[in-house]
Structure formats: structure tokens, C-alpha cells
């Protein structure tokens, strides 16, 4: 059936919204058609007026109306949600494009949500032909891509892949937003209503199909500690949480591709085991505080971003962010890529590495089968080069 769209942005007056349509609207290398959605008109209209595009389409549609996101799905090949926390708003819109074959993506970093989707709609969007893609943003995109390009060489070279890599945050900028913050916040409040999410988040193979069979025990960072082989101070990176999830599962959907051993960990380089130390205290603080609902409810009042808020765009352009991925081949050769971004990670970069996604589903990758993919194993070199090209985020080798 002909499409009036190649996509449909979903949350478009969202705060990484607005930045996505932003970007799409100033995005004049290639030729797509495209339309902003969402569930308040004035501020459609608003957005539309601001972006200068007169004859930009709107679509309404609320995220628990099943019959106008089924309306607004099968206008549009893509549909791209900034529509979070996902566990309280996403579920409905999944399940439509599953069921009408509609491509998605989104950036939700919640694995117990996905999980569920998984489990709930993967079969659905298999039968109809829905290309879904969770984590298309600042996670899980660099970590992904980056492992998969580190093992791509490694293969090319040696005919093996390898069979432990390291992640290590070299240099990051860039402001928390209130979704990012939203999204942590009610991760741990489904764990204080249901323990057995417990299960979920400390599993590093969750996301992976239930027939992966990978049984390798993983580190698991959880304070400050010197490294002899990297030469540095390491301390817990908030996003590995997710960003090992999705790599493990890139692996199982590429039926092992990186080996039935691999083991894959993050973690962020420090200045100094001073920085190491105190950063590991006030992410545990975090955490603590996250735990219980009093605690949720009292940072939510006084310091934490709220949901709608983040950086400004002067602070956006400032950002950056420049990943490492450490591993040795099977002769001994020790290589190391790096994944680099020119914008803040969590906005600047995330709105344009989630509109390449989208960008790539509609146009790149036309003999992809249905089911839930991860950025890697759906859209692989077709999306690290529209990446290069178009959203400032390279991915190159590091040479020693």
C-alpha cells in the first residue's frame, strides 16, 4: 500500500522532539516527505510555524488511542517516538505499528520496557513485516556500532572475532535532561512495585532471544578501580546498564557473530582515582536515593531537571562525547576504535543519529525482515555512513 509518508515524527513538541524536527527541517541533502505528530494542536501548530514550514503536515493522535495511532501509522512508513518514559506511554504505539507492519524507533534506555516488548509483540511485528528499533539514540547507538565495527575488522583480518571488548567513555559533554532523568526514575520505581524486575536488570543477556544460549559470566562495574592494561582509572558509567544489554543481543541476532564467549563492559575513564572515587559515591547516592519513593519524589522537587527540560542550544553545539573500544585479536593484536560525536550526547546527537534511523528503515535497508532489531543488526554500514555523513557521529580506527 502506497505511503503519503517516509515519517511521521511522534512527540514532536517534546523537548528531543522539537530538536529531531528541527533538524529534519534543515536536513535538505536527500529527498523524503515527512509529518509531526503528537496530541496537542496548538503546539503542533506552533512547532510547524516556528520551523517555517507552512505546508509540514500535523497529525493528532494520543499515545493511548489506539485508533488514531493505527490512523496516523498507516500514513507513514517510519514512525519516530520521543514519546517517554516509554514504560508509562509507549507500549500502545508499539503495539499498533506491530500490527499494521509499520516501521519505529525510539530512544527509550529502559530494559525492563523492552522486555516486555520483546515478549509481548517481536512474534506480531515478525508476521507483519514491522522493522521495530528500540534504543536509536545516544543509547544505544555509539556503544553498538562500535563494537560491531571493532568486530567487523577484527573478522576481516583475522577470521575471528573477538572475544572480549572494552568500552571506556574517554571525554563527554553534556547536560542530564529531564526525560533521561524521568526514564531512570521510573525504572526504579517499577522495580519497588514488582522485585522480579530485579532479575531483569542485573541480567546482561535479557534482551537477547531465549534461545542464545550464552552462559559467560560479565563485569559488571560498580566502583572506581586502576586498569594496568588501558593505563587509567575507571569508574561506573550510568548508561552501561542498557548499552551491554543491546550489544549482547546484537550478538545473539547475528547468530553469535562476535562468539558464544563474548563479554563486553563499560565503564568511564577518570582524571584521577580522586575523580574515580567520588563520582562511584555520588552515583551510589543516586541510586539510594532512587530506590524509594520519598527519595524519587524529593530530588524530583529540588534539583533534577524536569521532564521537558535540558540543555540550551549554545550548550547543545559545546557538547561532544569520544568513546573507545578496546580488544585483541586472536594473533595478538591489540586494536582500538573510536565512536566520536560533534553535539551534547544525550540532544544534540541523539536527535540526529534518531533521524538517520528512521531515515535508514525508510530508505536503506528494503530487504530487512520484520522483527525487533538493534541499530547494528537491522541497519549495520548503511547506518554508520549515513551517521558520517549527515548526523556529525564518526566511527574510525585508532592507530597505534
Known sequence: MSKSFDIVLYGATSFVGQITAKYLAQHQAEAFTWAIAGRN????ESLKAELGLDDLPVLLADSQDEDALRAMTTQTKVVISTVGPYALYGETLVKICAETGTDYCDLTGEPQWI??????????????????IHCAGF???????????????????????????????????GAASGGTIASMLNV?????????????????????????GFHVRQTNHQKAQFESDTNMWVMPFVMAAINERIVHRTNALLGA?????????????????????????????????????????????????????????QAQLKGMFDMRFYGTTSDGTKLEFKVEGDRDPGYGSTA?????VGLCLAQDVGQLEGGCWTPASGLGQPLIARLEKYAGVTVTQVQR
Open 41 to 44: 494542536q496548538a503546539k503542533l
Open 115 to 132: 522486555k516486555q516488548m520483546l515478549d509481548k509483540y517481536e512474534t506480531v511485528a515478525k508476521d507483519n513485516g514491522a522493522r521495530i
Open 139 to 173: 543509547d544505544s547507538i555509539p556503544s553498538d556500532m562500535g563494537v560491531w565495527a571493532l568486530q567487523e575488522h577484527a573478522i576481516a583480518e583475522t577470521g575471528q572475532a573477538i572475544s572480549h571488548i572494552k568500552m571506556r567513555v574517554n571525554k563527554i559533554r
Open 188 to 212: 526504579m520505581a517499577d522495580v519497588g512495585k514488582d522485585k522480579s524486575l530485579r532479575k531483569v536488570l542485573v541480567n546482561p543477556y535479557v534482551l537477547c532471544p531465549d534461545e542464545h
Open 257 to 313: 557473530r562476535y562468539g558464544s564467549d563474548f563479554r563486553y563492559d563499560e565503564a568511564m575513564r577518570a582524571k584521577s582515582a580522586g575523580q574515580a572515587w567520588g563520582m562511584t559515591l555520588g552515583l551510589g547516592a543516586f541510586m539510594l536515593g532512587a530506590a524509594t519513593s520519598l527519595g524519587r519524589s524529593l530530588m524530583a522537587k529540588t534539583f533534577l531537571p524536569k521532564p521537558g527540560e535540558g540543555p540550551s542550544e
Open 352 to 356: 540526529k543519529m534518531l533521524a538517520q
